[in-house]
């Protein structure tokens, strides 16, 4: 068995890794790490587990954790893990972190939109980006990798759908990729913030951090090579889990409905999270699951575009996926602890 440790185990993402790693049939979970609770049973923290997992909340020791466990999910917020993932991989270890501390290749560019110093510039670029269906081959068993940057939310939800277009050469790169996408509550994180009050958001719908969000640089980073540009709004949706993104795609030239499902049926054949419908998808059809639901429409004249994908943001937004990297590095089958629908307490 695999020994687990989660650090920053009581907030949405890793209380839903406990969750999924629980039906996981290699790995046992073997410490657990809240810098709030430290010292109580995690199922003060986290009831639906009572009877599931009776392990005791710690400090953050990185030493520790270390001795303990094999395989690292950091799960701190930005900024709080890079000193514990360096030590980590210092001991030989390897680390799946959640946060966007390994996402970015470039420490000024973390420092600017995180307003934070990078504290270990060093491990950039040997991270790797998180994304399967992406980056399979540099993730896959035997290649070494010891630091895996788990993508965000919003750039999963934006990149699996846009991806086999950029790759196809028929996007028009000299216009604007419009990307509007809406996020359920819990990607705004455990944390009470005024924004996120239960008043202020139910029964609303309201654009955030427009031209200035933060997972911003990371879709431009992994389209760079494209040379495309985009404009991306997201907004806040009055409901717990889930992203639904629409994306406008201008094209060089015409191409019919059957032409451009045929682009995504191409690249996603054999990928076994990847559905692509017919209809427009509904994020309930993925809640507590690791899949991402893809439908791609023509109009009127075939130079636009419109791919719209749903995903749960705390399972392939998130959680499922970093469990999704770990199978592949550790050569199990991908679906691992994350077939069926999901269905979460």
């Known amino acids: 068995m695999l020994k687990i440790a989660i650090a920053g185990a009581t907030g949405y993402t890793g209380a839903e890794l406990i969750r999924l790693l629980l039906r996981h049939s290699k790995v046992e979970l073997?410490?657990?790490?809240?810098?709030?609770?430290?010292?109580?049973?995690?199922?003060n923290r986290l009831p639906f587990l009572t009877g599931l997992c009776d392990l005791t909340l710690e400090k953050l020791d990185p030493v520790r954790l270390a001795n303990q466990a094999d395989l690292i999910f950091c799960a701190l917020s930005h900024t709080q893990g890079m000193h514990?993932?360096?030590?980590?991989?210092d001991a030989g270890k390897t680390v799946i972190d959640l946060s966007a501390d390994?996402?970015?290749?470039?420490?000024?560019?973390?420092?600017t939109?995180?307003?934070?110093?990078?504290?270990?510039?060093?491990?950039?670029?040997?991270?790797?980006?998180?994304l399967p269906e992406l980056y399979r081959e540099e993730i896959s068993f035997g290649k070494?990798?010891?630091l895996i940057a788990n993508p965000g939310c919003y750039p999963t939800g934006t990149l699996l759908p846009l991806y086999p277009f950029l790759k196809s050469g028929e996007v028009d790169t000299a216009r604007e990729i419009v990307i509007d996408a809406k996020s359920g509550i819990t990607g705004a994180g455990r944390t009470p913030k005024d924004h996120t009050h239960f008043p202020q958001v139910n029964e609303?719908?309201?654009?955030?951090?427009?031209?200035?969000?933060?997972?911003?640089p990371e879709i431009e980073q992994q389209i760079a090579s494209f040379n495309a540009k985009v404009i991306f709004t997201p907004y806040l949706l009055p409901i717990n889990r889930g992203i639904l993104t629409t994306l406008y795609l201008p094209l060089k030239h015409p191409l019919s409905q059957n032409e451009l499902k045929l682009i995504l049926s191409d690249q996603y054949k054999n990928e076994p999270f990847i559905r692509l419908i017919d209809s427009p998808p509904n994020l309930k059809d993925v809640t507590g699951s690791n899949f991402c639901d893809i439908a791609v429409f023509a109009t009127e004249g075939g130079r636009m575009a419109i791919l719209i994908s749903a995903i749960d943001n705390l399972v392939k937004?998130?959680?499922?996926?970093?469990?999704?990297?770990?199978?592949?590095?550790?050569?199990?089958?991908e679906r691992e602890g994350l077939d069926g629908p999901g269905l979460y307490p």
């Open 30 to 43: 073997v410490g657990v790490t809240s810098e709030q609770s430290a010292g109580e049973k995690i199922t």
């Open 84 to 89: 514990a993932v360096r030590e980590w991989i």
């Open 102 to 111: 390994f996402r970015l290749k470039s420490a000024k560019t973390y420092e």
């Open 113 to 130: 939109w995180y307003n934070a110093p990078h504290h270990a510039p060093e491990l950039l670029q040997k991270a790797v980006y998180g």
């Open 144 to 146: 070494g990798v010891r």
């Open 204 to 216: 609303g719908l309201v654009a955030y951090n427009i031209g200035t969000h933060r997972h911003l």
């Open 317 to 333: 937004g998130a959680s499922g996926q970093a469990i999704q990297n770990m199978n592949l590095v550790m050569g199990w089958n």
